[in-house]
């Protein structure tokens, strides 16, 4: 089949009927549900951007094995050419959406290939596993999937390995083996847009100990699959509200889950890694499934912070207040921060090296650096356009008010900025802010980026001790051997 339509995607979720629990109810219908029509609709047209002639050549490309045009995020790096193939196609897509939501199709499309690409170190431990997660690929590539993932344990007793938790299954663990497949209990998080997906994928980060082999494992199972609980969390948007009042909210809600398997069945076709701890430590090392994804969102987390950056700017021009010295430095600061980005971008996909199974994979000090700097970049973007909208964040009127006859006019004299800007124009670019930088989704979308690959203090420290490690140190070692040598010299 190749690339879906949005219609495709859609007629999707009507054929299945997820066990999905949102505000303590089970979810009749998942296209009919209020809370997920929007984000289905802001989904659903990034597959027919794939059949845009605008777009098409950027997006996808022509399979050599199947002869179909199917996702960019799908083709194996091998050359400089590819990386800036499947780079153009991330930034497409995170324009789309402002790079707000962090969880589309070509996210995990990037796993699941690095995992195929490189299913050499899979064979190592088991050919079974090679062969399933390359025909895995292929079903992903050739019915155009959308997948979620889910590869944190939940946050019980952080102190205890898996294995030493009370419960044994408080943590996804395998309960049996049977002739079909393995039989899987307990949770894991944190499953963004699980409710609006085909396909879930399972793996976890490195940090299993000797007695959490059960633990081990990756695999893949539908979202319908028996036995699987999809919880979400707290809505940030009622699923009514206008798009004039919350434009990002109505619009980019991502649905976070914990996924709960009470005796699911994964089929052994399914299994990718199981019951090894060495394995599931080395997965991420080992396959590139650090750098090829951290290229997606390393791209969309560019998009997202130049995105908020324009806000904070717009703020700052519509009252007037970016001739003063010190905003005029923040929003300085800002616009440096999205260039080092880019810059960081740009030089982690030129300085990339081929593996000698013929993998092209980005500078990954680059790449780290992104994901070290994001945490604080975005941040301080909110922080600044909290700062210069101040009070009149709080003070918007909403669409019914601006268009109300009893209300216009005063509306229009006191809410008006600077010359030029009009009462409407000024309260579209607050409420756009106070979106981002006051309301749930915007502080959603702000710990999203705090904590996007775990915890930012324990990974710069990881950082700079593999620096330690690696680092030669030559400049201070030159230097310190000039004044050995002098001292060696006689006077």
Known sequence: MGIRTGEQYINGLKSRKPEVW???????????????????????????????????????????????????????????????????????????????????????????????????????????????????????????????????????????????????????????????????????MLATLAALTDEVIIYSFPGFAPGDERYALAFAVPVDVAGLKIICREPVQDGTRSTFDHPLASRYEEMDALLIFEDVLVPWDKVFLYNNVEAANLLYPMTGIA???AHQSGVRGYIKLAFAVEVACKVAD??????????QRDLGELVQSVEVIRALLRTAEREFTVTPQGEARLNPVALETIRGMMPEMYPRAIEVMQTIGAGGLLMMPTEADLYHPDLKESINRHYGGRAGVNAEQRIQIFKLAWDLCGEAFGM???????????????????FYNKFKKTHTFELVESILNKEQENAKQPI
Not at 129 to 147: G, K, M, Q, S, V
Not at 318 to 327: A, E, H, K
């Open 22 to 188: 949102l505000n303590g109810r089970l979810v009749e219908s998942i296209v009919d549900e209020p809370y997920f029509q929007q984000p289905i609709l802001e989904i659903a047209k990034l597959y027919d951007m794939q059949h845009d002639k605008e777009f098409q050549d950027e997006l996808t490309h022509i399979c050599e094995e199947t002869g179909e045009r199917v996702a960019n995020s799908f083709l194996f790096a091998r050359t400089y050419e590819d990386i800036m193939q499947r780079s153009k196609a991330f930034e497409i897509v995170a324009r789309q959406t402002y790079g707000l939501m962090g969880r589309t199709p070509d996210f995990l499309n990037t796993v699941v290939t690095s995992l195929a690409q490189n299913s050499w170190f899979l064979e190592q431990y088991n050919k079974d596993w090679a062969t399933n997660i390359e025909d895995y690929y292929r079903h992903l590539r050739d019915n155009d999937i959308f997948l979620t993932h889910a590869i944190v344990n939940p946050q019980n007793d952080r102190s205890k390995t898996s294995h030493e938790q009370s419960d044994t299954f408080t943590h996804l663990g395998v309960v049996k083996e049977t002739p079909e497949g393995i039989i899987v209990r307990g949770a894991k």
């Open 291 to 293: 750098e090829q994804p």
């Open 318 to 327: 519509s009252i007037g207040v970016d001739q003063f010295l010190n905003v």
């Open 444 to 462: 959603r979308a702000l710990q999203y980026e705090r904590y996007y690959t775990g915890d930012p203090i324990r990974k710069r420290a990881i």
